[in-house]
């Protein structure tokens, strides 16, 4: 928040014209700072995700909304490599954590945009599926076009900070953290991947029961209404004072 206040200052000066102040070395140095906090941020996030001290709060989830999310998250990353093919069918929600599980398809989205190298968006395909498999699950595959995997790797794909990323491009946590979201929704994740012809992810996960009883149109009018009220205060407490003093 810091970082964010001082750039905007500096840019304000420079808007201003004060005494031909020029200061984009010093936003450069900014965003570069900026940059490092915020990969230290996503870091120390899927820590906590891993160590699942999170509470996982659960509802019927729209999978085609979640996964229309994620690639608008990740559509920079992958269209500088790839186009991107949808082919989605209806299928039934999913008790799970939108949030959670979003984060498996963001990870997977992610991964394959990075398994294909730079340079040839055109000669490249991202597909994304969403179906039913022969037993009723509902299954989301993400398929590329890249380098692939070799048959030894895949057996410690899943393993925590197992990666086959350089030296800091990868934690090795993603497809771990996926595997234990997925895993914790009942489902199951497979991969499928030719060295040179690319590679398959399938997240499969039971559908949603279906609801037996639905709220009478009588309850309905019988409920209570939402009155706003009047407007509230917010007191934010934290024992760390530069915290504190960011947010307010």
């Known amino acids: 928040a810091n970082l964010s206040f001082i750039d905007e200052e500096i840019r304000d000066l420079e808007r201003a014209g ?42 019927p989830v729209d999978v085609h909304e979640v996964v229309e999310s994620s690639i608008r998250i990740a559509a920079n990353e992958i269209r500088h490599r790839a186009g991107l093919e949808k082919r989605f069918q ?20 992610v991964n394959a945009a990075q398994a294909i190298r730079e340079g040839a968006a055109d000669r490249n395909t991202i597909v994304v599926t969403i179906g039913l498999d022969a037993s009723g699950r ?12 070799p048959a030894d790797v895949l057996p410690r794909l899943f393993d925590p900070f197992f990666t086959t990323k350089p030296v800091g491009a990868g934690t090795g946590l993603g497809l771990s953290i996926c595997h234990s979201i997925v895993s914790s929704l009942g489902g199951t994740i497979e991969v499928e991947s030719t060295p040179s012809v690319g590679t398959t992810f399938r997240v499969l996960l039971p559908p949603m029961p279906p609801v037996t009883e639905l709220l009478s149109p009588e309850n309905r009018s019988a409920a209570p209404s939402q009155d706003p009220g009047p407007p509230l205060r917010i007191l934010a407490i934290d024992d760390e004072p530069l915290l504190g003093t960011s947010i307010v």
């Open 18 to 59: 004060t005494g031909g102040f020029d200061g984009t070395e010093l936003c450069n140095a900014l965003a570069d700072a900026r940059a490092g906090g915020e990969r230290v941020r996503q870091i120390v996030q899927e820590l906590r995700t891993f160590s699942r001290v999170e509470e996982d709060r659960r509802a």
């Open 90 to 109: 209806r299928v039934p929600p999913v008790l799970a954590n939108a949030g959670r599980l979003g984060q498996v398809f963001l990870n997977l989205l």
């Open 138 to 149: 509902v299954e989301v595959a993400v398929s590329d076009t890249g380098d692939g995997i």
